[in-house]
């Protein structure tokens, strides 16, 4: 069984986060042995785990209070709690921090040769995306009626494959849409990866390390700016 004065921390096992997550980790003066291919790395010098996931679950984890704390993008977080609250689940976190890394955008993307196009041509289109809970919001706040197809991943070449209209997906430098021969349009989302907890930790140890913490996060992040 677990130690449950240990304080969880869940970040991206491994993809675009993981990197600057385990950096942080360090700045922050926790010691990991990363080498591993383990779910659970135990801190050596500080009553710490972090669980290693898929950054899809890493909300629903803070959520159901699995894990204390969690690293992810914006982006994941508000489809997640999107996506719970349509289920009736808690979708509650605190967010902490707003984190210097992870910056993306959720934008509406089309065939390039279409040229620019007007919101309204959304009009009983599809779009195919990953992220359905956010864009059916955006729409519905634009007045738009459109379907969305929901893809989890290679978003990209939905148009040239015949399954969507347009796309809604991340884009950070747009290279990736380039390539696909889309025109960015719209940004519906702007996203970085953020620190959020778990609102109704209760326990006094964990409460006075994560303390200890987040003065340790400011100076790290005062350092860099
Ligand atoms: P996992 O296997 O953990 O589910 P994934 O394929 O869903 O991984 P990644 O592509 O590693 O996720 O992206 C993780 C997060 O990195 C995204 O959710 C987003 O917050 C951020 N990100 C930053 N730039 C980009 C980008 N250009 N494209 C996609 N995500 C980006
Ligand atoms: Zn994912």
Redo the contacts with the bound molecule.
């Keep these: 069984m677990s130690d449950n004065n240990r304080l969880r921390i869940a970040i ?2 491994s ?3 993981s990197k600057d997550c385990q950096d942080l980790l360090k700045q922050l003066g926790v010691k990991l042995n990363l080498r591993e291919q383990r779910l659970i790395a135990h801190a050596t010098n500080m009553p710490i785990d972090v669980l290693r996931v ?3 679950d890493i909300p629903g984890l803070v959520m159901d209070g699995v894990c204390d704390l969690g690293i992810v ?1 914006e ?2 977080l508000v489809e997640s709690q999107a996506e719970r609250a349509a289920q009736s689940l808690n979708a509650e976190v605190t967010k902490l921090a707003k984190l210097d890394f ?3 955008r959720l934008a509406l993307a089309w065939p390039q040769e279409l040229g620019q196009l007007p919101l309204s041509w959304f009009e009983g289109k599809k779009i195919a995306t990953t992220y359905p809970e956010i864009l059916k919001q955006y729409l519905k706040n634009q007045g738009i009626n459109a379907s969305t197809v929901l893809l989890s991943g290679s978003v990209e070449v939905a148009p040239r494959a015949g399954l969507a209209d347009a796309i809604c997906d ?3 430098t747009g290279a990736t849409l380039e390539a696909n021969g889309l025109l960015q349009g719209e940004t519906i989302l702007e ?1 970085n ?1 953020c620190l959020i907890q778990n609102p109704s930790m209760d326990n006094q140890q964990k409460q006075a390390l994560l303390d200890t913490l987040l003065p340790r996060l400011k100076a790290v992040r005062q350092a860099k700016e």
């Design positions: 991206q096992k993809g675009r986060l898929r950054d899809d993008g982006n994941v992870g910056y993306c991340l884009v950070s996203s990866a």
